[in-house]
């Protein structure tokens, strides 16, 4: 009979999650070049466009979590995921910040809403992720979103760099980077708390890694179609 693998201590569980960070896409070489002012103005409007399709399924995603989800507590905390793309009432919300930035690096609101940038491996790489947020048990739905783990760090650096690499940016056009460093941290310590709850066996650990792992590819591919679609 063969012996079945030890689980993972929460403490082990959560460091395997982490030492995933090697896999996300601040270290893309397109991420790379745009962070250390190697991008055209151009090719940053291309990036903010694409990443637009991103920014408009974020609530969608979120939206069939909470549809799949039979938990009233984690619907409670989940909404606010929504509430914070779309806004609410005098909150302009996510969404919002990200058509400014359209606007702040000379994109209209037109061409935004109207997706006509948006690149087909793009988009196929966030059907994919909307896609498995409703196909999959919203707990295993959740843990793919784990990767904000790494996010406040990708948006420090945009904060940090582009206003000395990009000057002609307006620098109100940065406000959704500044947002999301506070609202990522939120958005973490509750999600790892639910796939630290939900997957206790060995198996359904290694499961969550095999997500997390999945949602970084999704990540890293809408970077690849960008290179190829937007460098030279």
């Known amino acids: 009979m063969t012996k079945q693998a030890a689980v993972w201590t929460p403490s082990q569980f959560e460091a395997k999650l982490r030492s995933l960070e090697q896999y996300y896409h601040i270290y893309h070489p397109f ?13 940053i409007r291309g990036w903010v466009a694409n990443r637009f399709y991103y920014q408009i399924n974020i609530p969608l ?8 989800c039979s938990d009233r507590e984690t619907r409670r905390r989940w909404v606010l995921r929504i509430l914070d793309h779309d806004g609410w009432e ?14 702040a690096v000379g994109l209209t609101r037109d061409e935004l809403w109207s997706l006509e940038h948006v690149l087909p491996g793009v988009r196929f790489a966030v ?15 959740v843990c793919s979103s784990l990767t904000e783990m790494f996010a406040p760090k990708i948006h420090q650096d945009r904060l940090a760099n582009w206003p000395q690499h990009y000057p002609w940016i ?25 796939t630290l709850e939900h997957f206790t066996t ?31």
């Open 61 to 68: 995603k979120d939206a069939a979590i909470m549809a799949n």
């Open 31 to 43: 991420n790379i070049k745009l962070n250390k002012g190697e991008c055209s103005p151009a090719q």
């Open 127 to 141: 059907d994919a992720y909307v896609n498995f947020a409703r196909r999959a048990p919203w707990h295993e739905a």
């Open 170 to 194: 307006q620098a109100e056009g940065l406000h959704y980077f500044r947002s999301r460093v506070p609202l990522a941290k939120r958005d973490v310590e509750h999600g790892l708390a639910v």
């Open 90 to 103: 005098d909150n302009p919300g996510g969404i919002e910040a990200w058509a400014n930035l359209g606007e």
């Open 202 to 232: 060995r198996a359904e650990q290694e499961r969550a890694v095999e997500i997390l792992r999945f949602k970084l590819d999704v990540l890293w591919s809408m970077m690849d179609a960008m290179e190829k679609g937007l460098m030279p």
